[in-house]
């Protein structure tokens, strides 16, 4: 899919790919050669453009920064999505982004200077995690791992059905279907990117710009650059990093004091009834916290470390409840080359999950954070039930 038009005396070329894609790859070194651009402008940020081709790209990762910063839930989404990208990526004999490093070659044979054009992918991660609310990550995870998992949807997959998703209408129908499933999503990742990769390549000087992107991205970028609307406000605007919201730790502290007085109130009117809630609550919340690890595959004293800190993540406004016996795991047993290595097969495997140290660690943080909600919910229960018969 291509698209033209002049600007400011510049022509600028928009070429739509699909990012894994013999053909796209194919085409993006026959345009470049065909139109000998002065410029080669590419959807992607420096961060990216390291990684590229890097098999090995999470090699590095520091799983119990990525814990404590509370980013598990997106790096488990990259994680998923990255494989899947991999898997296709075998089944049609090319690697994820080989339409980026044909334009990255094609354009330093021609000497044409390259350009990064993308939004820097931290922000983007950043402004996604941030504003977006707990429902709408939980939803977009569970649709992600949903469709990945989907056997029949990869048997399906072939170097047709790759470029047939370049197709306008197909692209239209499924941004229109993102939008109205997660707006705030569509916004974050699609839109804004858009705007931004608009205004990076109509500030670009040279007679002849090539444009390589995603097809998804195809309309958006042209929209903005013929209507010439992307100002430095907006753009401002859409590399901020927003704060930290702050709502969620003070609904929870709330709560947490709320308890609190009325175990006090029980304790003081029937110690014995508080003080068996208490005991009751405890109970519950470590024990399925501690099971949750134990069905994950995690080691003893990782499981004995959750059963310590459910409790601990259940009653704190800050921590997860799975936080302190994933940190032990990663600590324990690290993750190994071989657990990256196989990563991209292991992880549409649920029994690799017990296996493989890296995705155990991940199991445990979200098993066990589930298993102590549970358990603090019956016993939250319990506790309320008693206050009320008590008056």
Not at 7 to 12: Q, R
Not at 41 to 65: H, T, V
Not at 113 to 135: A, C, E, H, N, S
Not at 240 to 251: C, D
């Amino acid at each position: 899919m291509i698209k033209n038009l002049i600007k400011d005396n510049k022509e600028i070329i928009l070429l739509g790919t699909a990012h894994v894609s013999k053909a796209s790859a194919s085409e993006v070194v026959e345009i470049i050669k065909e139109l000998e651009p002065d410029v080669v402008a590419i959807e992607l940020c420096q961060g990216r453009f390291d990684n590229l081709g890097n098999d090995n790209k999470y090699g590095n990762l520091d799983i119990s920064d990525v814990l404590k910063k509370g980013q598990a839930l997106f790096i488990m989404a990259n994680l998923l999505l990255s494989a899947y990208q991999k898997r296709i990526g075998d089944k049609l004999g090319i690697k994820p982004g080989a339409e980026m490093i044909a334009a990255i070659e094609a354009s330093e044979n021609i000497g044409a200077r390259l350009i990064l054009v993308d939004r820097p992918i931290d922000v983007t991660l950043k402004r996604v995690t941030r504003q977006l609310g707990f429902i709408d990550k939980m939803s977009a995870v569970s649709n992600v791992i949903t469709y990945l998992f989907s056997k029949e949807e990869i048997e399906e997959i072939n170097e047709e059905t790759i470029e047939s998703l370049k197709d306008s209408s197909m692209i239209l129908d499924t941004i229109n279907e993102l939008g109205l499933n997660f707006p705030n999503i569509k916004k974050y990742l699609l839109d804004e990117r858009d705007s931004y990769m608009a205004y990076k390549v109509g500030r670009l000087s040279g007679k002849k710009i090539l444009v390589v992107l995603g097809a998804a991205h195809l309309e958006g970028v042209y929209a903005h650059l013929e209507a010439n609307d992307v100002t430095r406000e907006k753009m401002t605007e859409i590399t901020t990093i927003p704060k930290k919201k702050k709502y969620g730790h003070i609904i929870a502290l709330i709560l947490l004091i709320i308890v609190l007085v009325i175990l006090v109130i029980t304790i003081n009117k029937s110690p014995v009834e508080g003080t068996t809630n208490i005991i009751r609550w405890l109970i519950l919340t470590s024990g399925l916290g501690g099971f949750a690890a134990l069905i994950a595959g995690a080691h003893p004293l990782s499981i004995l470390a959750t059963m310590i800190g459910s409790p601990i993540g259940a009653a704190s406004p800050v921590l997860s409840s799975g936080l302190i016996g994933a940190i032990v795991e990663a600590k324990l047993r690290k993750p190994q080359v071989k657990d990256f290595s196989s990563l991209g097969e292991d992880i549409f495997l649920w029994k690799k999950w017990r296996t493989n140290n890296l995705l155990r660690i991940f199991l445990i943080f979200f098993l066990a954070s589930f298993g102590s909600a549970i358990g603090n919910i019956i016993g939250l229960k319990s506790i309320f039930s008693s206050f009320f018969k008590l008056f």
